[in-house]
C-alpha cells in the first residue's frame, strides 16, 4: 500500500466523517459521496501493489493486479450512487415540507430539552424566592410571589446555586 | 436442495418485479405476493427438514469454486432462523392486506413489492456465505428499509426516516472499510476461508477485526450504545413495517454478530459482549418505562431484548449460544405480533398514547387476548416461550459462571414485566374511551386480527415445540462453536 493511497483514504474519510456530522442534509450527503471514495480506494489498496490488467487473452501472467477487490469496488460504487439519489430526494421532500432540509433532533432529545428548560425556569423561581427571603425585609413580597409561583418540580437540586 | 437454497433469494425478487408491474390491480397484487411468501416459507420449511436430516446444503452460484465464486449456505442455524422469518413475514403481508383500507394504512401498491424485495434480501443474508456479498444483502434490506419506511412523505416519517438513513448509511461505509480491511489481511472474503485464516492471524489485528464488525453488526442490531436510531424512527412507519422492522431487521444484525463471532473465533472479545449486553437490556428498558404511547414503548423494548441475544453470544458456551438461537426463534414472532396488537390498537383508537385510550379489555377483548399472550412472553412468564428462552439463558449464565449478567437479565426482566403492566393498565383497563376515528370494516379488522392471531399461535408454538427446538438449538450451537462443520461443508 502506497503513502499516497493512505492520505488519500484518511484526508476523504476524515473530510467526509466531518461533513456526515453537519446538520444540513446536503453537506451529508457530499460526505457520503467523499465516504464512498475512501472505502472503495481501501478496497483497492487491499487487493495489493497494482500490475498490468487482469482479463487478457487467457495466459496467466505473474505482474497481474488483483481483480477481486475492483469488481467489488464497482458494486460498491453503483450502491453508493443509487443511495445519493435517495437522500438526495429526502432532502428535497424535506425542503417541500419544511422549507430547509436540516437534520431534525429526535423526539427524545426534544422531550429532554424541553424538561430541561422547565427544570430551569422552576429553579429561577425558586431562587428568586429564596433571595427575597434572605433578605429579610421583602416578606411580603415574597409571600405573594410565593402564592403564586406553582413550583413544578420541587426537588432539592432545584435549589442548588 | 442445492435448487431450493437458490429460489428462497431469486423467487421472492423476481416476484418483486412482477408484481410491481400489477400494482394497481389489487387482486392480482395480493395473490401474487401472498401466494410467492407462502410458497418461499414452504421451500423454507422443506430446506429446514432436509437439512435437519442430510446436513449442510451449499450452493455454489455459477460452479465457480469457492475460492473464486460466491456460496450460499444453509445450514440447520441458517434454515432455522429462515423458516421463522419467512413466515414472519407471510403473516405481515396477511395484515398488511386487512390494513389497506384503513386511513392509518400503508400504501398496498409499494408495501407489497418492497415487502418481497425485502424478503429476497434477508434470505440472501442468511444464506450467504460470503462477506461482500453480506454487504450486499444488507443494502438490499436498507434499501427495501428507506422506501418502506418513508413511502408516505409525511412530515415525522422523513424527519425520522433521516436519521434512520443516515446512520444505516455510515454503518454500510464502515461495513465497506471492514471489507477491506479483511481482504487486506487474509486476501479473501468467503467466510470459510476467514474461519481458516482469522485465527492464524496476530492477536492484536483478530480484536481489530473483530471490534470494527461489532460497530457494523450491532448498528444494524441495535446494541448498546448504537441503539439511537432505532426508537426514534420505528413508531414513526406504519403498523405493517413497523411489526416487520421489529421483527426481522434488528435480528438479522444480532443472527450474523452470532455467525460471525463464532466462526471467526473471537471468544476474546466475549466479555466485552457481556458488558454491552447488560447495558442494552438496562437502558432499553428504562427507555420503554420513560414513555408514554404503545409503539414507543415496545421499541424500547426492541433494544432492551437484542442485550438477551448478546448475552448468550457472550457466554461463549454452548449452552449460551443455543439459548441465544432460542431467544432469537422466540423473539422475531413475538415482537412482531406486539407490533401487530399495537397497530389494531391505533386502528380502532385513532391512536396508540396511553393517556388517550383505555378500557380496550371490555370494549375489544380480542385486541387484549392478541396483546397479552406475547406481553406476558415478552416478559418471560411461564409457560410461554420467553420463558424457556429465558431459562436457557439463565442457566447457561449460571453455568459459566457469570453471575452479574444473570442478575442483570432478570432485573431486566421484571422491568419488562412493569412496563408491560404500564400498558395493560393504560390502554385496557379504566374508562373505556370512545374511537376518534370511524371504524374500519368487519372485514379488514378480521384479516388483521386473524393475522396477529396466526402471529400469536406461532409464539404459542415455540413454547409448546421447545422439547424438540431446543436440542435443535444445541446442535446449532454445537456447531457454530466447532466451526470446522461449516468450513468443510464449504470447502468440501
Not at chain 1, 444540513?24 to 472503495?40: D, E, P, Q, T
Not at chain 2, 401472498?34 to 420449511?45: D, E, K, N
Not at chain 2, 426463534?329 to 397497530?343: D, N, S
Request: aromatic share 6%; hydrophobic share 55%.
Amino acid at each position: 500500500m502506497s503513502v499516497a493511497m493512505i492520505i488519500a483514504v484518511a484526508g476523504l474519510a476524515a473530510t467526509g466523517t466531518f461533513l456526515v456530522t453537519s446538520r444540513s442534509l446536503s453537506r451529508i450527503v457530499l460526505g457520503f459521496a467523499l465516504l464512498g471514495h475512501a472505502a472503495v480506494l481501501a478496497l483497492l489498496a487491499s487487493g495489493g501493489r497494482a500490475g498490468d490488467p487482469p482479463i487478457v487473452d487467457g495466459a496467466v501472467r505473474p505482474d497481474t493486479a488483483n481483480p477481486l477487490p475492483q469488481a467489488l469496488s464497482l458494486t460498491a460504487i453503483v450502491i453508493s450512487f443509487g443511495l445519493t439519489l435517495y437522500v438526495l430526494a429526502l432532502a428535497r421532500r424535506q425542503q417541500i415540507l419544511t422549507g430547509d432540509d436540516l437534520v431534525e433532533d429526535d423526539v427524545e432529545d426534544r422531550r429532554i430539552a424541553a424538561y430541561a428548560e422547565l427544570r430551569a425556569a422552576a429553579s429561577d423561581e425558586t431562587r428568586a424566592i429564596e433571595e427575597q427571603h434572605e433578605d429579610g425585609s421583602g416578606g411580603d413580597a415574597g409571600d405573594d410571589r410565593n402564592d403564586r409561583g406553582h413550583d413544578p418540580d420541587p426537588s432539592p437540586d432545584g435549589t442548588l446555586p | 436442495m442445492t435448487v431450493v437454497v437458490g429460489l428462497v433469494v431469486v423467487l421472492p425478487l423476481l416476484a418483486a418485479a412482477v408484481v410491481l408491474g400489477f400494482r394497481h390491480r389489487s387482486a392480482v397484487r395480493d395473490v401474487l405476493t401472498l401466494s410467492t411468501m407462502a410458497a418461499t416459507t414452504g421451500l423454507a420449511a422443506a430446506l429446514l427438514v432436509a437439512v435437519d436430516r442430510d446436513g449442510t446444503v451449499v450452493l455454489r452460484v455459477g460452479g465457480w469454486a469457492p475460492e473464486l465464486g460466491i456460496v450460499l449456505v444453509a445450514d440447520l442455524f441458517a434454515a432455522l432462523i429462515l423458516l421463522v422469518a419467512f413466515a414472519t413475514i407471510l403473516v405481515v403481508e396477511l395484515f398488511a392486506i386487512g390494513q389497506r383500507r384503513t386511513p392509518a394504512g400503508a400504501d398496498p401498491a409499494v408495501v407489497s413489492p418492497i415487502l418481497l424485495v425485502l424478503a429476497g434480501g434477508v434470505g440472501l443474508s442468511i444464506l450467504t456465505g460470503d462477506l461482500f456479498t453480506l454487504f450486499v444483502a444488507f443494502e438490499l434490506i436498507l434499501v427495501a428499509s428507506y422506501v418502506l419506511l418513508t413511502h408516505q412523505g409525511r412530515e415525522a416519517q422523513i424527519r425520522s426516516g433521516m436519521t434512520y438513513v443516515v446512520i444505516n448509511l455510515f454503518a454500510s461505509t464502515l461495513f465497506l472499510f471492514g471489507v477491506a480491511i479483511v481482504y487486506a489481511a487474509t486476501g479473501t472474503v468467503n467466510m470459510a476461508l476467514l474461519a481458516e485464516r482469522i485465527p492464524e492471524l496476530p492477536a492484536a489485528t483478530q480484536v481489530g477485526i473483530g471490534l470494527w464488525f461489532l460497530v457494523v453488526f450491532g448498528t444494524k442490531a441495535a446494541i448498546f450504545p448504537l441503539f439511537s436510531w432505532l426508537p426514534d424512527s420505528y413508531p414513526t412507519a406504519p403498523t405493517t413495517i413497523t411489526a416487520v422492522f421489529a421483527g426481522l431487521l434488528t435480528k438479522i444484525g444480532v443472527y450474523v454478530l452470532i455467525r460471525f463471532f463464532t466462526l471467526m473465533e473471537l471468544d476474546q472479545l466475549g466479555p466485552l459482549l457481556l458488558v454491552i449486553a447488560g447495558l442494552t437490556m438496562v437502558i432499553g428498558v428504562a427507555g420503554a418505562l420513560a414513555q408514554d404511547d404503545v409503539k414507543r414503548i415496545l421499541s424500547f423494548h426492541v433494544v432492551s431484548q437484542i442485550g438477551y441475544m448478546i448475552m448468550g453470544l457472550g457466554i461463549f458456551t454452548v449452552a449460551g449460544v443455543a439459548g441465544a438461537v432460542l431467544f432469537l426463534v422466540h423473539q422475531i414472532p413475538v415482537k412482531t405480533v406486539m407490533f401487530l396488537a399495537g397497530g389494531l390498537i391505533e386502528d380502532d383508537q385513532g391512536t396508540s398514547a396511553l393517556n388517550k385510550v383505555g378500557g380496550l379489555a371490555t370494549s375489544r377483548p380480542v385486541i387484549a387476548v392478541l396483546f397479552a399472550l406475547p406481553a406476558l412472553s415478552l416478559a418471560g412468564l411461564p409457560p410461554f416461550s420467553g420463558f424457556v428462552a429465558k431459562l436457557a439463558l439463565v442457566d447457561a449464565g449460571v453455568a459459566a459462571g457469570d453471575y452479574v449478567i444473570v442478575v442483570v437479565s432478570l432485573v431486566a426482566s421484571i422491568l419488562t414485566l412493569l412496563s408491560m403492566t404500564k400498558i395493560w393498565v393504560g390502554a385496557f383497563w379504566g374508562e373505556v374511551t370512545p374511537a376518534a376515528v370511524p371504524a374500519s370494516s368487519r372485514r379488514s379488522v378480521g384479516v388483521m386480527q386473524t393475522a396477529a392471531g396466526i402471529a400469536v399461535l406461532g409464539t404459542i408454538a415455540v413454547a409448546v415445540l421447545a422439547g424438540v427446538l431446543w436440542p435443535m438449538c444445541e446442535e446449532i450451537a454445537a456447531d457454530l462453536l466447532a466451526r470446522t462443520p461449516y468450513v468443510t461443508a464449504v470447502l468440501g
